[in-house]
C-alpha cells in the first residue's frame, strides 16, 4: 500500500509492506518536484513497483491546493495507464492526522479544536479528540479569537490570517498514525481522487478541467 500527504510544506510518502511495518520519506519542497522523486525512492529501497501496489491513500486536504492537486494528478495518471492500486483509492484529510498527532502529543491538551489556514480571514476547525461524526467546519477568524477550546495548529502548514488567538504549534507527521493501524479508522474509498474544497461547510469537490478563454 502506497501512501503520500502532500497538504503541508513537506512532501511525506510512506510504504506499508506489513500491519507493522513502514518505510517513509519526506522532504520540505514543492510536491510537483518531490512526489514522484519520494515514490521512486521508496521503490528502489524496498524493491517494490507500482504494479506491486494494491491500494493507494492520499490527503484531500485542506492545505497546499498544489500539494492535493499534485496528488489526485498523479493517481489519475496511473489510472490512465492502467495502474490496479489506482482503482482502489482510499482518502483521508489532514485535521483527521491533526487530531491523531494532538491525541499524542505531550505538548498538547486533552481536548481542543486542530486548525488550519483557509484563507479569506477563515479557519478549517474539526475537534479532538475526533469522533465519526465530526466533520471540519469553517469558521471566521472573529469567531477564532474568541474560542474558548484550546487551539492546536502546525508549522509546516501555510497561513496567510494575521490572528490574535493563542495556537499551539506542533509538527505534522504522518508516520506514527501509519507505522500502526490506527489510520484504518480515518480512510474511506473514492472513485475519483478530488481534493477537498471546503466552503459553507461543506465538501466541495475539483475536477481537472480545460478551460477555454472566454470562460476565464
Not at 503541508?8 to 510536491?31: F, H, Y
Not at 494494491?54 to 498544489?66: D, E, K, V, Y
Not at 499534485?70 to 483509492?89: D, E, F, P
Not at 481542543?112 to 466533520?135: C, E, F, K, M, V
Request: proline residues 6%; glycine residues 6%.
Amino acid at each position: 500500500m502506497l501512501a503520500f500527504d502532500t497538504s503541508s510544506r513537506r512532501t511525506w510518502v510512506g510504504l506499508k509492506l506489513e500491519p507493522s511495518k513502514l518505510v517513509a520519506e519526506s522532504e520540505e519542497q514543492d510536491p510537483s518536484k518531490t512526489l514522484f522523486r519520494l515514490v521512486e525512492k521508496l521503490f528502489g529501497e524496498t524493491g517494490i513497483s507500482l504494479a506491486d501496489l494494491r491500494s493507494i491513500i492520499f490527503c484531500a486536504g485542506p492545505g497546499s491546493m498544489l500539494g492535493a492537486r499534485t496528488a489526485s494528478m498523479a493517481i489519475r495518471a496511473w489510472k490512465g495507464i492502467g495502474i490496479a492500486a489506482a482503482q482502489n483509492v482510499f482518502t483521508y484529510n489532514s485535521l483527521q492526522i491533526g487530531a491523531l498527532i494532538a491525541n499524542a502529543s505531550p505538548d498538547a491538551p486533552p481536548c481542543g479544536l486542530i486548525i488550519t489556514d483557509a484563507r479569506r480571514s477563515s479557519w478549517n476547525t474539526l475537534p479532538y479528540p475526533q469522533s465519526r461524526d465530526d466533520s471540519i467546519e469553517l469558521i471566521p477568524n472573529e469567531s477564532l479569537e474568541t474560542e474558548t477550546h484550546s487551539l492546536v495548529s502546525f508549522a509546516e502548514f501555510p497561513r496567510w490570517t494575521k490572528t490574535a488567538a493563542k495556537l499551539i504549534e506542533l509538527a505534522y507527521d504522518p508516520t506514527p498514525v501509519f507505522e500502526g493501524e490506527t489510520f484504518l479508522s480515518l480512510i474511506e474509498p473514492t472513485d475519483e481522487a478530488t481534493p477537498l474544497i471546503i466552503r459553507s461547510n461543506e465538501y466541495k469537490k475539483w475536477d481537472a478541467k480545460i478551460h477555454t478563454a472566454s470562460r476565464e
